[in-house]
């Protein structure tokens, strides 16, 4: 397809970017990826399918996509740092004139890491682990500086200065093991950083990291990217990533770019109806409405052959015959935009409030391949859940009651710690919350936090070392071994990775009986006709009991993770990101699933997840955790609108939302810092090291919850936010 | 870390203790006993007994073990019967030997094996990778006697290159002093070596080329050469280092079959000889030995992952 190039950015401010240069053209790129398919027949995927863009000097352009949508390809294929079996069939990649796609080998080792610097998504695995992070950083200038050691290293003490990593001078000599997960990234940064390139590609650079964490290193990219006057590409899957970091995003759906346009009138007005399905999934749209998600069904192409016409069509509720014979052309949204291009026949109107305003509609459409959608009766119900806003969500008996519950672990230390460093790690410190009947508890809060500990706690497969777990008012640590059979009954977890929970070699089927056939419940055909109604339940075909995990997707096999813990009928499920490796659109399946499923048989959650969007959709109440003890609970609308606690404010503040409200500035403190280790948690309160509001009182005394603003939702802090509070 | 090398040294003595316990009653329970061995089958029972008496072998079996430990406190292992000598100056003579053999062995293994893993893990699917791991199949699945024989058959005697005897001298130096006499033991040993040393560096580096720091490395501009160097020897040599500590024991038992083979003065001969003739005391002396070697090696093994990887150094 002969790409009509889309003109050149528009600027964006004044002395940014004007008509002049460009930094890097991606003129018509096609990669092919070589390899093998189940059957180990081999298969080629066209990963990439005329992909074109292009780059001012300055500029950051900001690729968006699912998985498999070609995004990290296109950003890999600049630097020629392509997967084994990849390879470039056509098109060209000019930086500064020079084709990239065609250059030999030197001349690409000249460019990476000189001209051009990459960001990875991992900072501990894209780290050499047995070398030192000083000579890590001085690598690229002994490449392509000619300087001396003593030079390059000077040269990188002063670049991990720039990336705020402290006493750089000191760090030099550390591994990368013993830096947090941020400071990685910040010396990868630094790595790619170091010879000042012109254009620097961050592949999902914080896509490992914590939510505040994810902030600072996003405000460092941008902050050096003006310092240095540099391109920035910055990949991601995350909108709410992309909304703030970028002038122009291009949005990639199976191999192609689906739409290209500066950042606000994409996010306002996209035009393409892949954009706007996959805007509609996001679950901060439909926080508080009581509404299912909008959710995109089926699964995104695999890509093996070219499909004629919109790579979209199969999944699209307004594809029409046109869609799935011809490919449509790029085209411009309007005279007034002529950098808002767009490949779509129909595309949705341009009118953004009618955009905000339009319901879910896509999820009507059900293709005939892809398991059926459960959120079908969603519209019939949107009240269900929406009384979570009243005081206290829904008024049930309790169900779990977690009692000033503790969980320390004993550091196994190796044969090279010193003694002094060997103290328990304190994971849960102390917390009382409840679960009623037919509720969804969400717990809210960063990596090692303890809510994954708390989890598994409620479920009664580790026990506390102080405080109580009760379920029905029955305390579940003093179970003799068949109390805890018929517990667990009762109480049934669903993990983030299934696949990983489930055993790879065996069938769908027994895995699912599995757990009938532990707890003796019916005779063979008895348990797979219920394997059978398990399946109806999550929408998944009967055929499924013959195959392996590794044949279904992710989002599959999420499903069939609820089949599972579904499968004894219990009364309370702990989910713990139980959709956090999905993508957006398949997220919003899992998320209206669950959904419908507890409006059905009544059940509980206790849903565990990193992810604030998530949580205020799905739970009636929240508890937010920090270092160990729960900060602040309560009705999750209450929560997410009023936060009481300083950490759960920042944390909202934090959060990158890829809700853009006109020219809403962005008020308020992001979270600095990090969190301190749970080996030596600081004295009194937990987060005082890290607040605003911290006087000497927090520091000797533990702060004991209180109810300062509404019944219902507890803070534990000597200065809650009572009239920021009311004032917001 | 000083911590750390006491508790393991108790930890060893331990297992000596064990070690000498067991092999100790295993011997005793030996047909025929020392008397026998060393009387000949003509000795009348009354020299048997008056043997037996002298040596203390007619106490009950702990007593006789405690009267071995005491005197292996004092450092006295014991004299062989059949060569006269105490076991200590036997071993004392003869290990350094073994030592020089294996020591050679593994150096030339390891010179060999790690850049042949290396081009392996290059050339992955390419013909020299299926050559050299077959031929690697092949040198792994060939018992060392064979081995050795093919070798003498090959070279000492179809086109005699190389003595088929090692040298006889009583000292390493003079050992040392006939190169040629080394070439077909030290061969026979290490060849095996490479072959199974090549094959955990080959996967060790292709896991490593997998990893995301070398895709990295990669985009800082440096070459396939300095990625190897610089970033992907180090860690896959991690592996290798602790397969070398737990390696140890198995070397010394193919040195005992080389030995014999090539009749070279080394321990190994020495246990092969003193197995023949019931000699108790050497036998005990160099399964000590042995015990000592392994308790070494996984000792040597930790030390060497702490040497190569940061992350052990610290583990918390």
Redesign the interface.
């Known amino acids: 397809m002969p790409t009509k190039p889309p003109k050149a950015p528009a600027p964006r401010t004044a002395e940014a970017a004007p008509e002049q240069g460009t930094l890097l053209h991606i003129d018509d790129l096609h990669l092919t990826i070589a390899g093998r398919g189940r059957a180990g027949e081999e298969r080629t995927v066209h990963a990439l399918d005329g992909v074109s863009l292009r780059l001012a000097p300055g500029e950051a352009l900001g690729l968006v996509g699912e998985s498999g949508s070609g995004k990290t390809m296109t950003a890999l294929s600049v630097?020629g740092?392509l997967p084994p079996g990849a390879r470039v069939t056509s098109g060209r990649i000019l930086l500064e004139g020079t084709d990239l796609a065609a250059a030999p080998e030197p001349v690409?080792?000249?460019?990476?890491?000189?001209s051009v610097?990459?960001v990875?998504q991992?900072p501990l695995?894209?780290?050499?682990?047995?070398?030192t992070i000083g000579a890590q950083v001085a690598?690229?200038l002994l490449?392509?500086r000619g300087v001396g050691r003593a030079e390059a290293r000077e040269k990188a003490e002063e670049t991990l200065r720039m990336v705020g990593l402290p006493q750089p001078g000191e760090r030099m000599r550390s591994?990368p093991?013993?830096l947090s997960g941020g400071m990685r990234q910040r010396v990868?940064i630094a790595?790619?950083l170091v010879c000042e390139p012109r254009l620097l590609i961050a592949d999902e650079p914080t896509t490992a990291l914590d939510v505040t964490t994810q902030h600072q290193i996003l405000e460092l990219i941008g902050e050096l990217r003006e310092r240095l006057g540099m391109a920035l590409v910055l990949v991601s899957h995350d909108l709410g990533v992309i909304a703030r970091r970028v002038d122009r995003v291009a949005v990639m759906y199976g191999g192609k770019v689906a739409e290209q346009a500066p950042v606000r009138r994409l996010f306002t007005a996209p035009r393409h109806r892949y954009t706007r399905a996959l805007f509609d999934a996001l679950p901060e749209r439909a926080a508080g409405t009581g509404r299912p998600l909008a959710t995109i069904p089926g699964l995104p192409p695999t890509l093996v052959g070219t499909p004629a016409g919109c790579r979209f069509a199969p999944r699209c509720a307004h594809a029409t015959e046109e869609c799935r014979t011809q490919e449509p052309p790029r085209r411009t949204a309007d005279e007034d935009a002529p950098d808002h291009t767009y490949a779509c026949f129909h595309p949705a109107a341009a009118d953004a409030t009618e955009h905000a305003a339009e319901p879910a509609t896509e999820h009507a459409a059900e293709p005939a391949d892809a398991a059926p959608d459960a959120d079908a009766d969603g519209s019939e119900g949107p009240a269900a859940s929406a009384d979570a806003a009243g005081t206290g969500g829904p008024t049930g008996d309790v169900l779990l009651e977690l009692d000033a519950v503790r969980k320390e672990y004993a550091?196994r230390?190796?044969?090279?710690?010193r003694?002094r460093?060997r103290r328990p790690v304190s994971a849960v410190a102390g917390v009382s919350l409840t679960v009623r009947r037919g509720e969804t508890f969400g717990i809210v809060g960063e990596s090692g936090c303890g809510k994954s500990t708390l989890g598994r706690m409620a479920v009664g497969m580790e026990d506390p070392t102080g405080g109580a777990v009760r379920f029905d008012g029955q305390d579940v640590a003093g179970l003799d071994r068949a109390g805890l059979r018929a517990h667990r009954r009762r109480v049934q977890l669903m993990f983030q990775d299934s696949y990983a929970s489930m055993d790879p070699r065996m069938r769908v089927g027994a895995i699912l009986r599995e757990p009938l056939v532990i707890q003796g419940i019916g005779d063979r055909a008895a348990q797979e006709e219920r394997v059978r109604e398990l399946l109806d339940e999550v929408g998944l075909p009967h055929g499924a009991v013959h195959r392996y995990p590794h044949e279904f997707s992710g989002g599959q096999r999420q499903r069939l993770g609820l089949a599972r813990a579904l499968a004894l009928s219990p009364s309370l499920v702990v989910a713990d990101e139980p959709v956090s490796a999905l993508d957006v659109s398949v997220q919003a399946q899992i998320l209206n699933l669950m959904r419908d499923l507890q409006r059905e048989k009544g059940l509980s959650y206790l849903f565990i997840s990193h992810d604030l969007a998530v949580v205020r959709y799905l739970a009636d109440r929240v508890g937010v955790m920090y270092l160990g003890s729960l900060v602040e609970t309560g009705p999750a609308a209450e929560v997410f609108a009023r936060p009481l606690h300083p950490y759960t404010r920042g944390l909202l503040e934090t959060a990158d939302s890829a809700v853009v409200d006109e020219d809403a500035p962005r008020e308020g403190s992001p979270l600095a810092g990090e969190t301190p280790s749970a080996a030596r948690p600081p004295s009194g309160c937990r987060f005082r090291t890290r607040c605003p509001l911290a006087t000497e009182l927090c520091a000797t005394t533990p702060p004991e919850p209180s109810e300062p603003a509404a019944p219902g939702h507890q803070v534990s802090c000597h200065f809650p936010l009572v009239e920021t509070a009311r004032a917001g | 870390m000083i911590r750390f090398l006491l508790k393991r040294t108790g930890q060893a003595l331990v297992v000596l203790f064990l070690v000498s316990l067991i092999v100790f009653v295993l011997l005793h329970q030996l047909p025929g006993g020392p008397a026998r061995a060393i009387l000949g089958p003509k000795a009348t029972p009354e020299a048997i007994a008056h043997f037996n008496h002298l040596q203390g072998y007619d106490r009950s079996l702990p007593v006789q073990y405690g009267m071995y430990l005491k005197r292996l406190v004092t450092g006295d292992l014991g004299e062989s019967y059949k060569l006269n000598q105490p076991v200590l100056t036997l071993l004392g003579e003869r290990l350094p030997k073994t030592l020089l053999l294996t020591g050679l062995s593994v150096v030339l293994a390891a010179l060999l094996a790690v850049p042949l893993g290396i081009l392996q893990a290059v050339r992955r699917g390419r013909a020299s990778d299926y050559v050299l791991t077959g031929a690697a199949f092949v040198a792994y699945a060939t018992p060392v006697f064979f081995l050795g024989l093919v070798l003498i058959l090959g070279f000492a005697q179809q086109w005699p290159l190389f003595p088929a005897e090692a040298p006889q001298s009583e000292t390493v130096g003079g050992i040392l002093a006939e190169p040629a006499g080394l070439v077909l033991p030290v061969v026979t040993m290490a060849l095996g070596i490479i072959a199974m040393f090549s094959r955990y560096m080959r996967s060790a580096v292709l896991d490593n080329l997998g990893e995301d720091y070398v895709r990295t490395a990669r985009s800082k501009g440096q070459s396939q050469v300095r990625v190897m160097a610089r970033h992907v020897l180090r860690n896959a040599l991690i592996p290798l280092a602790s397969l070398l500590g737990l390696y140890l024991p198995t070397l010394f038992s193919g040195a005992l079959v080389v030995e014999s083979m090539f009749n070279y003065p080394g321990m190994g001969l020495l246990f092969w000889n003193a197995a023949q003739s019931n000699d108790f005391p050497v036998l005990l002396g160099v399964t000590l030995v042995v015990g000592v070697a392994t308790v070494l090696g996984s000792l040597l093994t930790d030390i060497a992952y702490a040497v190569l990887d940061p992350r052990i150094r610290s583990v918390s």
Do not use: C, I, K, W
């Open positions: 630097l740092l690409l080792r000249g460019v990476r890491g000189n610097g990459v990875f991992d695995s894209s780290l050499n682990p047995t070398m690598e690229p490449l392509h591994y093991h013993q990868a790595m790619a550091l230390s190796g044969p090279f710690t003694r460093d």
